[in-house]
């Protein structure tokens, strides 16, 4: 690289910093929080079509995007925004993806001083609903698009940019909607931003996600509740049968019963990308230490949260726990969730479970599936053309070793890119684990903010500027 190509890229990137530094970025993002674009309430579609309209659109336009929003099929989702850059169709072509829906914003439950839809900073933090899912995420990767364009006029690579708003709800329609629009979206890799970094202070690659299934396992013996005096020792108890029907699932210290749970996907070059990962951050305030003695013993922490499969039980109830009355309860339910790696077949999860269940006596333990949308478990090869063109260019800016995941622990509608779109995917998270995602007082961290507008810079000046992975 000439000296020139490389003061031209720290350019870029000092544009960048200097806009998180005058303050610019605590204004933009914070005019994004409070879009109220809860996609679980009812109602709030016009919200959720404002924000791509208002906040995003006349964005994307100003650096010469052209776009377009798009209504949702699926009636239990809200619109999508895509737009385009196309400099030379010679070049390659970049994807980037965002939600801008967030999950309710349970406002009783935020602490004093703090509310879900007014940026409020406070301790080297900016807290509001949506900082870190994903509204302040996609607004580190546009700003860096901007940033390039400030610098050198050009990308040097064709953009594309979808916003969905259906995120928090499974992302309903938006496979259907890959499908019908694959040509306008065909491009040569994902790179987008959601989710946390492993440790606060380094940058994280991740490559794909686990998926996600829920269900019901429900026993409903009888109707109405009975005395336990009169009748306890003669009626059944659906919650003690449910319990011990849980046991065989796992067994005490978590790790899976069911063959077929067990995945055979946790090959030499996963495990060699997951040695030494640092998983219990303790350094951390917020975060949990984790339990050791838990989970699949033969494994390390990184391999059981990256590289290997997890049930959950969510909630449990039988009669009314807030109000309980001498009765046998007539039914007990057990919320769950297996969160599945690439090796597991998404169609036997269930078929899996039932034969299990009948195996062991419990033929009256029913399964439920969940109404919601399903993300499927996804996995690009650490040792990918892109994986290591994005790596080089973090350590580049950052001077850090990055963290390379094969995929997240958690659940993501990667399987839209990779399965419809057939797109190698690199993400690059923007937040850290303790960010209360998904909890009352949501956060991003100052710093790592400002670093991530730094390597996105230099990610997309780097994609613009030197040879990048053969499409």
Not at 19 to 36: I, R
Request: glycine share 8%; charged share 25%.
């Amino acid at each position: 690289m000439t000296s020139n190509a490389i003061n031209h890229r720290e350019n870029a990137i000092a544009l960048a910093t200097r806009y998180f530094d005058e303050g610019q970025f605590k204004s933009d993002l914070g005019a994004l929080v409070a879009f109220e674009t809860e996609s679980q309430e009812p109602g709030k579609k016009p919200e959720l079509l404002r924000y791509l309209a208002e906040a995003i659109q006349p964005r994307l336009n100003a650096s010469g995007f052209t776009c377009k929003i798009f209504n949702n099929d699926d009636p239990q989702g809200g619109p999508f925004l895509v737009g385009e850059r196309i400099e030379n169709v010679k070049l390659p072509t970049v994807l980037t993806y965002g939600h801008g829906d967030v999950i309710r914003a349970q406002t009783s439950q935020w602490r004093d001083g703090l509310q879900p839809f007014k940026l409020i900073e406070e301790n080297g933090r900016y807290y509001g609903r949506g900082t870190a899912d994903n509204k302040g995420q996609h607004l580190i990767n546009i700003i860096a698009i901007e940033s390039i364009l400030a610098e050198q006029g050009s990308l040097g690579f064709n953009a594309k940019v979808v916003i969905e708003t259906s995120e928090e709800t499974g992302s309903a329609g938006l496979a259907a909607f890959f499908e019908a629009e694959k040509e306008r979206l065909k491009a040569d890799v994902l790179i987008a931003s959601d989710g946390p970094r492993l440790q606060p202070e380094t940058p994280t690659i991740f490559l794909g996600s686990r998926g996600g299934l829920g269900f019901d396992l429900v026993v409903k013996l009888r109707d109405g509740a009975h005395h336990s005096g009169n009748w306890g020792g003669l009626l059944a108890d659906p919650a003690m049968i449910l319990a011990h029907a849980l046991t065989t699932i796992c067994d005490r210290r978590g790790q899976i019963n069911i063959p077929e749970w067990r995945p055979d996907s946790l090959t030499e070059k996963v495990r060699a990308a997951l040695k030494d990962l640092p998983v219990d951050d303790t350094q951390n305030s917020g975060e949990p230490k984790i339990d050791t003695e838990w989970g699949e013993a033969s494994l390390s922490p990184a391999e059981r949260a990256f590289g290997w499969n997890s049930f959950a039980v969510l909630a449990m109830t039988s009669g009314v726990p807030d109000a309980p009355v001498n009765a046998i309860s007539p039914s007990a339910r057990a919320t769950c969730q297996l969160r599945y790696v690439v090796g597991t077949d998404p169609s036997e999860i269930l078929p899996a479970l039932r034969r299990h269940l009948d195996l062991h006596g419990y033929e009256m333990v029913k399964i439920k599936p969940h109404d919601d949308g399903l993300f499927r478990a996804t996995r690009l090869e650490p040792d990918h053309p892109w994986v290591m063109f994005t790596e080089k260019s973090l350590s580049e800016t950052t001077g850090k070793n990055v963290h390379v995941l094969p995929n997240l622990a958690g659940s993501l509608p990667n399987d839209c890119f990779t399965d419809i779109l057939g797109l190698p995917t690199i993400w690059v998270p923007h937040s850290y684990r303790g960010c209360s995602q998904h909890a009352p007082d949501e956060h991003v961290r100052k710093d790592i903010c400002r670093e991530a507008l730094q390597i996105m810079a230099g990610l997309f000046w780097d994609i613009g500027n030197t040879k990048t992975p053969t499409p």
